[in-house]
């Protein structure tokens, strides 16, 4: 089994930032790909940027330049800078992360999702 702890949503005016953090802990023998996903009501589910193990990164065109995602690999957790935060990214943020387990079956796994609210 694989846990995801996310944490640093909440509150904030337009324009201020908010850091997430998503900690992976459990069966995991290695890490891939680690990523933050977010739905707004009524929306699909959106990719908001991903970082993989050599540290690449891949941002939705819509957070480029305001948003920062990191990892640090000894903790198995990915962090979600976000600067200059707008209404519209309103929304519950995921983290997910992809790899594999101590038995060497592949991990695909998603955090529980915290909200991020960002008022006008």
């Known amino acids: 089994q694989v846990q995801l702890v996310e944490s640093g949503g909440g509150l904030v005016q337009a324009g201020g930032s908010l850091r997430l953090s998503c900690a992976a802990s459990g069966s995991i023998f290695s890490v891939s790909a680690m990523g933050w996903y977010r739905q707004a009501p009524g929306k699909q589910r959106e990719l908001v940027a991903t970082?993989?193990?050599?540290?690449?990164?891949n941002y939705a065109d819509s957070v480029k330049g305001r948003f920062t995602i990191s990892r640090d690999n000894a903790k198995n957790t990915v962090y979600l800078q976000m600067n200059s935060l707008k209404p519209e990214d309103t929304a519950v943020y995921y983290c997910n992360v992809k790899g594999r387990n101590v038995v060497g079956l592949w991990l695909d796994s998603w955090g529980q999702g915290t909200q991020v609210t960002v008022s006008s």
């Open positions: 970082i993989g193990s050599g540290g690449g990164t």
